[in-house]
């Protein structure tokens, strides 16, 4: 049973252009998302979280947005460049073991940024 | 400040043998996470280490092993390899469980 889908697997846009990338969980239970980037041959790294007391996180170029009723977030890259060309991964953690000690990860989308 | 280390990079193992994978955190970090990741299933949580206590468990068998050791050094034990082990195992560590920065990994290949 898949608690967080990324249900696109991939995603194509234009340099300069806003990425949405979507990602819905199961898991009432879920108090704290975060989103990874991923290269090839490397560790996930940390790009952005949010706690489900807020609705809106931004950092820079990168926002990501809550949806509880929903069980929904996006993170969204503006304006996007070919250096985020990446697999971005979804992930989730329940409140009861602490942000982040426990991590539920979607499947990834793999983000193509054309020049 | 050195990063999460783990080694070996790269492994190949054969069916039934055992493999041990290790870990160092970066320094001062007394949580460590291991994950396993498969082109199918993704990301998936092996066990969490705080102060060498297991804290979290993921749902793998108990052929998957870990242990931490007072220095917060992390090591993953797999016996009686299958195929289906072969993956990326990633460790991750954190100063007080937020915040997890992971290493490079270790390729797993059992053939």
């Known amino acids: 049973d898949q608690q967080v889908k990324q249900n696109s697997p991939s995603l194509s846009v234009q340099e300069g252009r806003i990425s949405i990338l979507n990602c819905d969980y199961t898991n009432s239970m879920f108090d704290y998302f975060l989103w990874y980037k991923k290269y090839p041959a490397e560790g996930p790294t940390f790009l952005i979280s949010i706690s489900s007391i807020k609705d809106k996180n931004e950092d820079g170029r990168f926002t990501v947005f809550l949806n509880k009723s929903a069980k929904h977030l996006s993170l969204h890259i503006v304006p996007s460049q070919p250096g985020d060309s990446a697999v971005y991964f979804c992930?989730?953690?329940?409140?009861?073991?602490?942000?982040?000690?426990?991590?539920?990860f979607g499947k990834g989308i793999t983000l193509s940024v054309r020049p | 400040k050195a990063g999460v280390t783990q080694t070996p990079r790269y492994l190949i193992k054969t069916r039934g043998q055992q493999v041990t994978l290790s870990c160092s955190p970066i320094?001062?970090?007394?949580?460590v996470s291991w994950y396993q990741q498969t082109p199918g299933q993704g990301l998936q949580f092996l066990f969490e280490y705080f102060s060498e206590t297991q804290r979290n468990k993921g749902n793998f068998p108990g052929r998957f092993s870990g242990r931490q050791f007072s220095n917060s050094r992390s090591e993953m034990n797999v016996s009686t390899l299958e195929l289906g082990d072969s993956a990326l195992y990633l460790c991750?560590?954190?100063?007080?469980?937020?915040?997890?920065?992971f290493g490079s990994g270790t390729r797993l290949t059992v053939v």
């Open positions: 992930a989730a953690s329940p409140s009861d073991t602490g942000a982040n000690s426990k991590l539920t």
């Open positions: 320094s001062g970090h007394r949580s």
């Open positions: 991750a560590s954190s100063l007080v469980g937020y915040g997890y920065t």
